[in-house]
């Protein structure tokens, strides 16, 4: 190697995974799907078992996740990426599985296939995007949408009276006895990044163990959805989804963590 190779090499601060393919990212810019995706594909090229792991993305912003992510993918119907999930990992047990949802697959059409899926301790990783609203198809209320969060059917905010509570799913499947790892992070910046990065490492190591099913929710913005530019859909997030969607491990060794 030339010098001036190794002196590049020895500065690099920063380089792009090649599990990443060389796609343009078609996400709105600022969303966090291009951060998330990116935290992914790191943690399976790390682990070297790029070979051995199969993706599954099902309907909206998330199916286009097989564009960027440079590993098998499978696509499922709407909502049913856990019950692919478990087919594909019952069916090939030595493989590392996960499904890449956002809110309205995961926590709308798909409830009935996330709950029992949890339930039952599939040996996968789920990998969830929630940024409260329907973002490819309008953006349309979600059962995450939060109290009176403007969306195209909800354009007074939502009202709890007559729309009902938001719907917390990561809390919900982590009193399952089959969930062993479930916790909630963000994007934002580069220390959440950090945070999620590791929460991920740690999802992946419990699969390749055999310890059951491992959950990921990740807040993140939809600035296009939300009618804000990046920096302020951000800003936004943190002042008003954090508070009813807190950061942080919900359930960690099969335990829930008790909150001080």
């Known amino acids: 190697m030339k010098l001036q190779e190794i002196i590049k090499e020895e500065n690099l601060v920063y380089k792009r995974t090649p599990l990443m393919t060389d796609n ?33 993305a099902p309907v909206g912003c ?5 564009d960027f992510m440079n590993i098998d993918m499978v696509q499922a119907a709407h909502g049913r990426a856990p019950a692919v999930a ?15 949802q956002g809110d309205g697959d995961l ?14 301790g599939e040996n996968i990783t789920i990998i969830f995007i929630n940024n409260g609203i329907y973002g490819m198809t309008g953006g349309q209320m979600a059962p995450t949408t939060i109290e009176g969060m403007k969306t195209s059917t909800s354009p007074y905010g939502r009202d709890l009276q007559l729309m009902g509570n938001p719907l917390k799913i990561t809390e919900l499947v982590a009193q399952l006895p089959g ?25 992946f190591q ?15 913005n939809c600035n296009s959805g939300w009618k804000l ?32």
């Not at 810019?29 to 051995?52: F, K, L, N, S, Y």
């Not at 916790?183 to 910046?189: M, T, Y």
């Not at 419990?206 to 807040?219: C, T």
């Open 24 to 56: 343009v990212l078609s996400y709105c810019p600022g969303c966090g799907h291009g951060t998330a995706h990116r935290i992914v594909m790191e943690v399976i090229e790390e682990m070297g078992v790029q070979d051995d792991t199969i993706g599954i």
């Open 86 to 100: 478990t087919g594909i990992k019952r069916t090939w047990p030595d493989k590392f599985v996960f499904t890449y």
């Open 229 to 260: 530019p990046p920096v302020k859909a951000n800003q936004w997030m943190v002042e008003n989804m954090f508070p009813f969607f807190p950061p942080g491990d919900i359930k960690v060794d099969g335990e829930l963590v008790k909150k001080e």
């Open 179 to 203: 969930t062993y790892f479930v916790a909630r992070h963000s994007v934002h910046n580069p220390a959440a990044v950090r945070k999620t990065k590791r929460a991920v490492q740690k999802a």
């Open 62 to 66: 998330s199916v286009l996740a097989y």
């Open 107 to 120: 926590a709308a059409i798909g409830t009935a296939e996330t709950i029992h899926a949890c339930n039952r």
């Open 206 to 220: 419990i699969q390749k163990e055999r310890k059951g099913l491992a959950f990921i929710e990740i807040v993140s």
